[in-house]
């Protein structure tokens, strides 16, 4: 009796091949229901807890550690760049530290001129300068000009170098030295804050037809003995990508960021400036013409810093302040590499691609409700976020780069109406991260906003 085709020699390897792929590989069917029906929503929603909040007197304290590493280190932001390795200076990069307290709340947002701050570099800052999670508020500019080689998962070796662990471990050091500096001494501040509109900056790099979130803020800070004076720190933020430079300069620099910085303090007198990357996940910075790509960098910051200068040096500031702080852990949806909007890479593959917990870090800075979120927060959300916290009257400013980096947060509009590298490439879990972490957001928000 003749057998079966698929019990014949010649099909059996070839059977075989395919359902190892199949097992190992995929496309295996992805699971789109709403994160709301989700057991990791109701696990974190019951994490929710009263903030730790304080009215009154504001203290500040300020301190800032280059960080600019020497020529030939790695680079982080590019695939494409080649080599990775540096072959100048054009701007040199910092870590910057400002400590608020009133009363008995104390926290301290650790801007960087890095690509990112992750779980592993976040850990070891906190670990150095002994403070819990919560007790430091982590961002970064997100320039493409930083340093690299200081993260070891092997996807972020993809795109920051070589892994390094002795200079991980001094960048980590110099980080956590900027902290304790800025905790040293505080002095009595009184805050302001100012926000414009600054549009036709930037273009939405996901969906060129729609918005994007065009918020540009600063939180000022003047000691309470130079009422008159210009602020000791300026915290300023913007969504665009600080990729300005592009992966063509292998010289190190802090893209337009560092720029914005220089300008803001030689127009306004500010004694110090730092900078929080904003909504980065959609916006790119338009560019405009000039003779190398790092001039185009110095040309983007410049133009935003002079739409902040009037109104810093205009600020009604107020003496007395509420400064609240809420760290959130976050149960993440199972890890999900997408290749349509229906289908997804093997879970048995790809489990380790991403964790499967974060965090969301919020912090009310006077009329300011900044939340960190872990990875390139986009504009879609952004604009979603404020506009559902609008009665509350802060002003909400959202960064990326919290410590920790689960890829690109994108809306759900995004994930099924773009396939594009922020959709699929480095989105790891799905449609529903990101609405998930806006609802999350609100909620810390609102706790504070009384």
């Not at 982080?76 to 540096?86: D, I, K, L, Q, V």
């Not at 980080?175 to 414009?196: F, H």
């Not at 919020?362 to 960190?372: E, F, T």
Request: a negative charge; one cysteine or more; proline letters at 7%.
């Amino acid at each position: 009796m003749k057998k079966p085709w698929y019990r014949r020699r010649r099909f059996l390897l070839p059977l075989s091949i395919l359902l190892v792929s199949l097992i190992f590989v995929g496309p295996w069917p992805a699971d789109n229901t709403p994160y709301a029906q989700a057991g990791y929503f109701s696990d974190t929603v019951r994490r929710l807890d009263a903030p730790a909040s304080a009215t009154g007197r504001l203290r500040a304290g300020f301190a800032e550690v280059e960080i600019t590493p020497p020529v030939g280190h790695q680079l982080a932001g590019f695939t494409g760049r080649r080599p990775f390795a540096s072959d100048s200076v054009f701007s040199r990069c910092y870590a910057r530290a400002l400590t608020l307290a009133v009363g008995d709340v104390e926290v301290t947002v650790l801007a960087v001129d890095l690509l990112l701050v992750n779980d592993d570099l976040a850990g070891a800052v906190l670990a150095d300068v002994g403070l819990e999670p919560g007790e430091i508020f982590f961002t970064a500019t997100h320039t493409h000009g930083g340093p690299g080689q200081w993260a070891d998962h092997p996807l972020e070796k993809l795109v920051i170098g070589n892994y390094d662990a002795d200079y991980a471990k001094r960048l980590s050091q110099q980080l956590a030295d900027a902290v304790s500096r800025s905790r040293a001494e505080l002095v009595p501040v009184e805050t302001a804050l100012v926000a414009v509109e600054a549009t036709g900056t930037q273009w939405n790099r996901i969906d060129r037809t729609r918005a994007t979130f065009d918020q540009l803020s600063a939180l000022l800070f003047r000691p309470l003995d130079r009422p008159d004076g210009p602020p000791i720190v300026a915290l300023a933020s913007f969504g665009a990508h600080a990729t300005v430079a592009g992966h063509q300069s292998h010289a190190i620099n802090a893209d337009y960021p560092g720029a914005l910085v220089d300008r803001v303090r030689a127009e306004t007198g500010a004694t110090n400036v730092m900078f929080a990357a904003g909504s980065v996940g959609d916006a790119s910075a338009l560019r405009p013409a000039a003779e190398t790509r790092e001039e185009m960098a110095v040309k983007v910051g410049e133009r935003l810093a002079d739409m902040l200068t009037a109104p810093i040096q205009e600020a009604g500031y107020d003496r007395t302040a509420t400064l609240a702080n809420a760290y959130l852990p976050v149960e993440l949806p199972p890890v999900r590499v997408p290749v349509t909007t229906s289908l997804r890479l093997s879970p048995l593959s790809t489990r380790w691609v991403a964790p499967d917990h974060s965090h969301l870090h919020a912090l009310r800075i006077g009329p300011a409700m900044l939340i960190g979120f872990p990875g390139d927060y986009s504009g879609q959300l952004a604009g979603r976020l404020a506009d559902g916290l609008s009665d509350t009257g802060l002003t909400v400013i959202p960064t990326s780069f919290n410590g920790d980096y689960l890829g690109y947060v994108i809306s759900d509009d995004d994930f099924f109406g773009a396939a594009k590298y922020e959709t699929r490439i480095l989105n790891f879990y799905g449609p529903w991260l990101g609405p998930y972490l806006n609802d999350l957001a609100a909620r810390l928000a609102r706790s504070m906003a009384d």
